[in-house]
């Protein structure tokens, strides 16, 4: 449930998507054509930031050592749109050239070792072919709990296609990302991008028209909606295995497996109430104080309940591994 939520920025951040309202069904889909980011971003004055998201390569060679290295491509507005902090290098715009990239601390050194890799060149297939590019920054190592994966970033412009295609809304292939400006609402970006829509892809309607699709209550047979960062985690778009309902299931599971366990400990100790009765009795007489039987019996209580954690937690982490 915490995924995303450690961007400084996650209330402002949205993932676009379309509705396709065609005859048989509401189709979605949350790949956009190479224009949609800047057009939407120029276009729109409630989206201040946006970035595209795009893979670019799996492989970086320095000299004649090769490495995996799984490239993303985005734009220069990603990095002060995310919070993933710079530890090495421009913590400014790291990405202002195309010529630059970024690697998170793992994966510079696998490529560099110990050496301090700012400054430094390096040969990737961004993008669909090599390219010699400057390291930059260092960034911190990604949290676990970050939708956005990578190990290098580098920009957008370097995909082969991006020249030919930069103008071309119909060859969809990747996510883009916007960031609200101070004030602005999902409703007012979604309002304004709607009139982007209608005047950059007028043909989509009318194809959609023509093929029978069913208009919304505004007329569009599409529409191009936020969906919010944390929410993103979740989304059958994104090819999530996870659900919020399955999480929540899980969830009432185990606070069931809980209170089946109080109601246990009570029961036993209500059992053994009979036979300690005659013990608290005899220390009555000898002139033990309330106090310290009130003391003696929670001790007990807590150190059999601080063993049995400790014991739960030695077998979570024997068997967790093999469970999953």
């Known amino acids: 449930l915490g995924f995303d939520k450690f961007h400084k920025n996650n209330k402002k951040i949205f993932q676009l998507y379309?509705?396709?309202?065609?005859?048989?069904?509401?189709?979605?889909?949350?790949?956009?054509?190479?224009?949609?980011?800047?057009?939407?971003?120029?276009?729109s004055p409630a989206i201040e930031k946006s970035s595209r998201f795009l893979f670019g390569g799996s492989n970086a060679w320095l000299g004649e050592k090769e490495?995996?290295?799984?490239?993303?491509l985005v734009d220069e507005d990603f990095l002060s749109m995310f919070s993933f902090p710079s530890v090495k290098g421009n913590r400014q715009n790291p990405l202002?050239?195309?010529?630059?990239?970024?690697?998170t601390e793992n994966a510079a050194k696998k490529v560099f070792?110990?050496?301090?890799?700012?400054?430094?060149?390096?040969?990737?297939?961004?993008?669909?072919?090599?390219?010699?590019?400057?390291?930059?920054?260092?960034?911190?190592?990604?949290?676990?709990?970050?939708?956005?994966?990578?190990?290098?970033l580098a920009r957008i412009e370097l995909r082969t296609d991006f020249v030919k295609d930069k103008d071309n809304w119909n060859n969809q292939h990747h996510p883009v990302y916007v960031m609200l400006g101070q004030g602005a609402t999902q409703q007012q970006a979604e309002k304004e991008i709607r009139f982007a829509n209608k005047k950059h892809l007028a043909d989509w309607d009318d194809g959609m028209a023509k093929n029978g699709a069913i208009a919304d209550k505004n007329?569009?047979?599409?529409?191009?909606?936020?969906?919010?960062?944390?929410?993103?985690?979740?989304?059958?778009?994104?090819?999530?295995?996870?659900?919020k309902s399955q999480l929540f299931t899980v969830l009432s599971i185990g606070l069931l497996i809980i209170l089946l366990a109080c109601f246990n400990f009570i029961?036993?100790?209500?059992?053994?109430?009979?036979?300690?009765?005659?013990?608290?009795?005899?220390?009555?007489?000898?002139?033990?104080?309330?106090?310290?039987?009130?003391?003696?019996?929670?001790?007990?209580?807590?150190?059999?309940?601080?063993?049995?954690f400790l014991l739960s937690l030695a077998l979570v982490n024997i068997f967790i591994y093999i469970l999953n």
């Open 219 to 243: 007329g569009d047979y599409f529409a191009t909606k936020l969906l919010p960062l944390k929410e993103v985690h979740f989304s059958k778009m994104t090819g999530s295995a996870v659900q």
């Open 267 to 308: 029961n036993i100790n209500l059992a053994n109430a009979f036979t300690r009765s005659k013990e608290i009795a005899v220390r009555k007489c000898l002139g033990v104080a309330k106090e310290k039987l009130f003391a003696q019996l929670w001790s007990e209580s807590f150190l059999v309940c601080f063993i049995a």
């Open 18 to 43: 379309s509705e396709f309202y065609n005859k048989e069904k509401t189709d979605l889909s949350n790949s956009f054509g190479f224009p949609a980011a800047s057009v939407y971003k120029a276009e």
């Open 67 to 72: 490495v995996d290295l799984f490239v993303s």
């Open 113 to 152: 070792g110990n050496e301090d890799p700012v400054g430094k060149t390096i040969k990737t297939t961004a993008g669909g072919q090599m390219h010699a590019l400057m390291v930059t920054a260092v960034l911190k190592d990604l949290p676990q709990n970050s939708s956005l994966k990578f190990d290098a």
């Open 96 to 103: 202002q050239s195309t010529g630059n990239i970024v690697l």
